[in-house]
C-alpha cells in the first residue's frame, strides 16, 4: 500500500463547476500537507499549505486537512478552463522530503 | 529569473552512456532536493542536500547515480551507464526552513530520454 494514495481521474468538469480533489494517507507522522498544479511538461507548482487540520481559503481555492481520517482535500470553485492540469497532494514529516500522490488530472471545459 | 533553474531542459542518450544534470537553487535557499517523475505518476524522492551536506538518499536509488553540491550552491546529478528504465522527468526543488515550515519550489525539471 502507497504512504499516499490520489485518485488519477481523469476528472472533467464544466467551467464554471465546482471541483473537489482528495487524498487519504496512511503515515500519522505527516505534519504539513500540499497541493501543487502542474502543467504538461512543466515543474509542479506550489497551490497550497497547511500545517494543521482544518480548512485554509486563498481566493477560489480551499484546502481541508482531517488528520483523524487520514484524508485531505483541494476545493476549487468557479473552475476555469486555466484550471486544467493535474493536481498534486504532497505530505511531509517534520524535516525533509515529500512524498506525493499519484496525480489527478483536471480538465475544465468551456 | 529569481526561480529554480536546471538545464538541460531535455536530453537523449544511449544506454550505457553517462549523463549529467545541473540545478541552480534559488539564492536564499539552503536545502535542495532531486525528484524523479515517470508520465502518469508523482514525483519520486531521489536525495537532498542542506546547504552542501547530503541528508537523506532514497532506498530505491541505484548506485549508478550520484548527487553533489559542492559550496552549497548549484547542484549536480550523475547518471553512470544509464538503463531504458531511467528514462524520466528529472526535477530539482529547493526550499529555506523556517521555524519548522518547509515549502518546496520545483524547477522545470529535465526529460531524459534513454534509447
Known amino acids: 500500500q502507497k504512504e499516499v494514495e490520489q485518485d488519477p481521474g481523469p476528472l472533467s468538469v464544466p467551467e464554471g463547476a465546482i471541483v473537489s480533489l482528495n487524498c487519504t494517507y496512511s503515515?500519522?507522522?505527516?505534519?504539513?500537507f500540499m497541493w501543487y498544479r502542474q502543467y504538461s511538461r512543466k515543474g509542479p507548482e506550489l497551490l497550497m499549505y497547511t500545517y494543521s487540520s482544518g480548512n485554509k481559503e486563498d481566493g477560489r481555492f480551499t484546502a481541508q486537512v482531517d488528520k483523524s481520517s487520514k484524508y485531505i482535500s483541494l476545493f476549487i470553485r468557479d473552475s476555469q478552463p486555466s484550471d486544467s492540469a493535474t493536481y498534486l497532494c504532497?505530505?511531509?514529516?517534520?524535516?525533509?522530503?515529500?512524498?506525493f500522490g499519484q496525480g489527478t488530472e483536471l480538465s475544465v471545459k468551456p | 529569473d529569481t526561480g529554480v533553474s536546471q538545464d538541460p531542459r531535455h536530453k537523449i542518450t544511449k544506454r550505457g552512456q553517462n549523463v549529467t544534470f545541473r540545478c541552480d537553487p534559488i539564492?536564499?535557499?539552503?536545502?535542495l532536493y532531486w525528484y524523479r517523475q515517470t508520465l502518469g505518476q508523482g514525483p519520486e524522492f531521489l536525495t537532498y542536500f542542506q546547504n552542501e551536506a547530503q541528508l537523506e538518499k532514497s532506498r530505491l536509488l541505484s548506485d549508478r547515480f550520484s548527487a553533489e553540491r559542492p559550496k552549497g550552491s548549484f547542484s549536480t546529478l550523475e547518471i553512470q551507464r544509464t538503463e531504458q528504465g531511467d528514462s524520466a522527468m528529472y526535477l530539482c526543488?529547493?526550499?529555506?526552513?523556517?521555524?519548522?515550515?518547509?515549502?518546496?519550489?520545483f524547477g522545470s525539471g529535465t526529460q531524459l530520454s534513454v534509447l
Open positions: 526543488a529547493s526550499s529555506l526552513r523556517v521555524g519548522g515550515q518547509e515549502k518546496l519550489f
Open positions: 539564492s536564499e535557499h539552503n536545502r
Open positions: 504532497a505530505m511531509g514529516e517534520s524535516g525533509g522530503k515529500l512524498i
Open positions: 503515515n500519522s507522522a505527516f505534519q504539513y
